[in-house]
């Protein structure tokens, strides 16, 4: 049964992270750092050049991060922190579905980040071998 866990933990590692890469990539390419800050501002986010930079960097290299199963818990709160922030000031009164600019897409993420958190990335991961390597010390 413990391979069939790791196995899941692997997989939705992977997706998850394919995420947050696709998206933090999307804030420094495709809209740039300046258009996601003057995005950012026209929601009210506070700081909005600074946030908007905190936000793709914590996508890009936290998507990297679960993906390698690195600092899971703490990676895992941060998104789910920063999903948070999103609801907040982008999706809150807005319903569930993305369409309509509801909070599914943020929701599903948070809940993703933390499920892993709480669950720790499992075998197949950086933190695994880290935490072998303590071990044998």
Known sequence: MTTFRDIYLLVARILL????????????????????AEAFAGMGVPLPEVTSAIAAIVELVGGLLIIAG????????IVALQML???????MG???????????????IAAASLALAGAGAGRFSADQLI???RATR
């Open 17 to 36: 992270g394919v995420v947050l890469i696709a998206h933090g990539w999307q804030k420094f390419n495709e809209w740039t750092l300046p258009g996601t």
């Open 94 to 108: 807005n319903g569930v579905f993305v369409d309509n600019g509801g909070f599914e897409l943020v929701g599903v």
């Open 131 to 133: 935490d072998a390597r």
């Open 85 to 91: 922030g999103a609801y907040f000031f982008a999706h």
């Open 70 to 77: 690195a600092f899971t818990p703490i990676v895992g709160v």
